[in-house]
């Protein structure tokens, strides 16, 4: 049988998961669940004004920012971020495009930012790929959004 731990108790165990969520996300956003990549925002299917805030998310994959020069070899279990805008899911160990080719990469481990888009319709995608920005199987996702 369970019993009541009272507030104190209560009030610790719930500034100790901050600490733990917090913690975590600074070590580098693993979070808990299967491996996906997912929007937070905006939404499949939204009709937004530009700009459109886009922010996303990944799960049992460390996001962090790409080491600095030359990559010899990808760490394992560790990627970060590229979106497409009007683009399809790179293949797994394909490089994501880069320059001007509709991708933005997240090289510093970043998750969010907001982008100018024409009204009309637009597909983006948001995709992990690892430190030499090969995707990685499985991490693709994308929404449809409507510009007015």
């Known amino acids: 049988m369970l019993r009541d731990a009272g507030p104190a108790r209560r009030r610790r165990a719930v500034a100790g998961a901050v600490?733990?969520?917090?913690?975590?996300?600074?070590?580098?956003?693993?979070?808990?669940?299967?491996?996906?990549?997912?929007?937070?925002?905006?939404?499949d299917g939204a009709t937004l004004s530009s700009p459109v805030h886009v922010e996303f998310r990944a799960s049992r994959i460390t996001i962090a920012a790409?080491?600095?020069?030359?990559?010899?070899?990808?760490?394992?279990?560790?990627?970060?971020?590229?979106?497409?805008?009007?683009?399809?899911?790179?293949?797994?160990?394909?490089?994501?495009?880069?320059?001007?080719?509709?991708?933005?990469?997240?090289?510093?481990?970043?998750?969010?930012?907001?982008?100018?888009?024409?009204?009309?319709?637009?597909?983006?995608?948001?995709q992990v790929g690892d430190d030499q920005h090969r995707a990685l199987p499985g991490l693709c996702q994308i929404v449809t959004v409507t510009v007015r």
Request: charged share 10%.
């Open 19 to 43: 600490v733990c969520a917090v913690a975590g996300w600074l070590a580098g956003c693993r979070l808990a669940g299967t491996d996906g990549v997912a929007f937070v925002a905006p939404a």
């Open 66 to 126: 790409v080491p600095s020069g030359q990559v010899a070899v990808a760490r394992d279990g560790v990627g970060h971020f590229h979106v497409g805008v009007d683009q399809a899911c790179v293949p797994a160990g394909q490089a994501v495009p880069g320059g001007a080719s509709g991708w933005v990469d997240f090289g510093r481990g970043d998750h969010a930012l907001d982008l100018q888009l024409a009204p009309g319709p637009h597909r983006i995608a948001v």
